[in-house]
C-alpha cells in the first residue's frame, strides 16, 4: 500500500511551500488508495514556536487534507513526534557505529571553526581514526560528542527520482552529516530515514534542494538494511525569477492569505497549480477534482514562479459562486474592521460588493468613497459624454433634493420622469445625481443603489452639502 508522508518542523505559519507538499502528498496517497501520514519534527529545539503544532493541524482541517495517522489522531505507528521517540534514534545510530558506518566524534566548536577559516568545505574526518573502545570509554566519561554519519571517500551514488529520473552524487562531495547532536536530540538528516521507514512510508515527497543529499539517506537505507523509499523531488516555488518564496524571509503562508481574504478551496486550488498541471489544463479544481486528476506526469521540472495577481483572479471565480448568504458570512468580520460602514445595510452592501470582489480585503478599497465624500474634489462632476459640470450640479440639486425627499420609495422612476420633464438625458441627471451623493466617480453600484445604501437621511444629508459646495 502507497503510504505517504507530511512531516513539517513546528517552527512558525505553514509557508505554501509546506502546504503544496502537503498537499502532493495528500493527492499521491488518495490517488492510489493509500495513507496519508502527518508526523511532527520537533527536534530543532532552538526554533520551535509555541503553538505551531496546533496551527499545523488547523490548517491541515481547514484545507481538508485529511490525515490518517498523526499526533491527534492516532495509528499504528506512533508516536508521530520525533521529540517523543528520541531513544529509537540513538539505537539505531549505536548499531552504525558498531557496523562502521558512523562513528563518535568529540571535536570541539573552535575547531571546527578553525577547519572553516582554513578554508575546509566539509568536515575532514578526524575523528573517524579514534580507536572504538576509546570512543566509547570517552563518552562513558560525560566528554561531549556528537555522532556523524561515514560517507565513504569514493564512489557515485545512483539512485532513480520519479520525477527527474536518474540521479548520481560523487561521495567525495558529501559531508559526514551529524547524525546525533550533543543534546541527544537526532539531525532531520537521520530521524527521517528512521521514521520514514519504521512508519512504512513508501513515497517521499519533498524538494529538490534534497536531491543531491538523498544519498546520504541511502547510505543509511543500506546500512540498516531497510528497504529505500521511492522520491519524487519538487522544484521550489519562487517569488521572482531569482528569489524563492522563504518562510525565514517573512513570504507567503497559508494564514496570511486567509487574513488578506482569500477562500481556503481557492489557495489550495492555486497552490496545486504551482509545480503540477492536469491532462486537460483546467486551472479551477475541486479538491475532490485533483484526487481524480493528480499523476506524477503533471509536475512540472521547472520552478514556479507565486503570482498573486492570478491567485486573485482564481480567488474572485470562488467569491463569485458563492451564494450571496454564504459571502455575506464571509465578508461579516471584515465590515467590522471598518469603522465607517457602521450603520449602513451591510446585506444590502454585500448584493452590490460581491461581483466586484476579488479577495475580501477588497471590501475596504471598494468603499473608501464613503468618508471620502467629505473631501472630494468637484471635478467629479465634470463628464464629457453627459456634458456635466459643477454648473449644471448647481442648477439640478435644489430639484433633485425635493425629489428624493417626496419620491423616495420610487427614486430611479421619479428621476427618470424629471429628466423627460427637463429635456435632459437621464445619464446626465444620473450622474449629477450619483457624484452628488457620493463624491466619487467609481461607486459598486448606481446612483439609486448607492441612495438605498445610505438610507434617505443620509442620502439628503449628502445632497444638500454637495449642493453648498457647488454653490460657492
Not at 68 to 80: N, R, S
Not at 204 to 222: F, H, M, Q
Not at 389 to 405: C, G, H, R, S, Y
Not at 420 to 440: H, M, N, P, Y
Request: charge should be negative.
Amino acid at each position: 500500500m502507497v503510504r505517504t508522508r507530511f512531516a513539517p518542523s513546528p517552527t512558525g505559519f505553514l509557508h505554501v511551500g509546506g502546504l503544496r507538499t502537503a498537499l502532493y502528498a495528500y493527492l499521491y496517497a488518495r490517488k492510489a488508495g493509500g495513507k496519508f501520514i502527518l508526523r511532527i519534527e520537533d527536534t530543532d529545539l532552538e526554533r520551535y514556536v509555541p503553538g505551531a503544532v496546533e496551527l499545523i493541524y488547523r490548517t491541515l482541517r481547514e484545507t481538508g487534507l485529511t490525515y490518517d495517522e498523526g499526533p491527534d489522531v492516532g495509528g499504528d505507528y506512533g508516536p508521530y513526534v520525533q521529540s517523543e521517540r528520541k531513544n529509537v534514534y540513538l539505537e539505531y545510530a549505536e548499531k552504525l557505529i558498531e557496523s562502521g558506518d558512523a562513528y563518535y566524534c568529540f571535536c570541539s566548536k573552535e575547531r571546527l571553526a578553525k577547519l572553516h577559516e582554513d578554508g575546509a568545505t566539509k568536515y575532514d574526518k578526524h575523528c573517524l581514526s579514534i580507536p572504538l573502545a576509546e570512543a566509547k570509554a570517552r563518552v562513558a566519561a560525560g566528554e561531549p560528542y556528537v555522532i556523524r554519519q561515514n560517507i565513504p571517500k569514493e564512489g557515485v551514488s545512483s539512485y532513480t527520482d520519479l520525477v527527474f529520473g536518474e540521479i548520481k552524487v560523487d561521495y567525495n562531495d558529501l559531508e559526514d552529516n551529524i547524525l546525533i547532536k550533543s543534546d541527544g536530540y537526532p539531525t532531520y538528516n537521520f530521524a527521517n530515514v528512521i521514521d520514514d521507514h519504521l512508519m512504512g512510508i513508501t513515497h517521499v515527497i519533498r524538494g529538490t534542494e534534497y536531491l543531491s543529499s538523498t544519498p546520504k539517506y541511502n547510505l543509511l537505507y543500506d546500512a540498516l538494511g531497510f528497504e529505500r523509499p521511492q522520491y519524487i523531488h519538487l522544484q521550489p516555488i519562487m517569488r521572482d525569477a531569482q528569489h524563492k518564496l522563504s518562510k525565514r524571509h517573512g513570504d507567503a503562508n497559508y494564514e496570511d492569505f486567509i487574513a488578506k481574504g482569500f477562500l481556503k478551496d481557492a489557495i489550495v486550488n492555486y497552490i496545486a497549480l504551482l509545480g503540477w498541471s492536469p491532462k486537460d489544463n483546467r486551472e479551477k479544481l475541486s479538491l475532490a477534482e485533483m484526487e481524480e486528476l493528480f499523476g506524477l506526469e503533471g509536475i512540472s521540472k521547472s520552478a514556479s514562479i507565486f503570482d498573486e495577481t492570478k491567485m486573485r483572479w482564481l480567488n474572485s471565480l470562488y467569491v463569485k459562486e458563492m451564494t450571496p448568504e454564504s459571502y455575506h458570512a464571509y465578508a461579516r468580520p471584515f465590515y467590522e474592521k471598518i469603522d465607517y460602514l457602521k450603520g449602513l445595510d451591510l446585506a444590502y452592501l454585500s448584493t452590490l460588493l460581491q461581483s466586484r470582489t476579488e479577495v475580501f480585503t477588497d471590501i475596504a478599497n471598494l468603499t473608501a468613497f464613503i468618508p471620502a465624500f467629505e473631501t472630494y474634489d468637484l471635478a467629479a462632476f465634470e463628464n464629457q459624454k453627459w456634458k456635466t459640470d459643477t454648473a449644471l450640479a448647481a442648477k439640478m440639486l435644489p430639484d433633485l433634493i425635493t425629489l428624493t425627499d417626496k419620491n423616495w420609495e420610487g427614486l430611479h422612476d421619479a428621476l427618470a420622469a424629471y429628466a423627460e420633464e427637463k429635456g435632459v438625458k437621464k445619464g446626465q441627471v444620473l450622474w449629477i445625481f450619483r457624484i452628488a451623493l457620493t463624491g466619487s466617480v467609481v461607486t459598486p453600484g448606481g446612483a439609486t443603489e448607492m441612495a438605498t445604501l445610505f438610507g434617505k437621511k443620509e442620502s439628503l444629508r449628502r445632497l444638500k452639502e454637495s449642493l453648498k459646495r457647488v454653490s460657492k
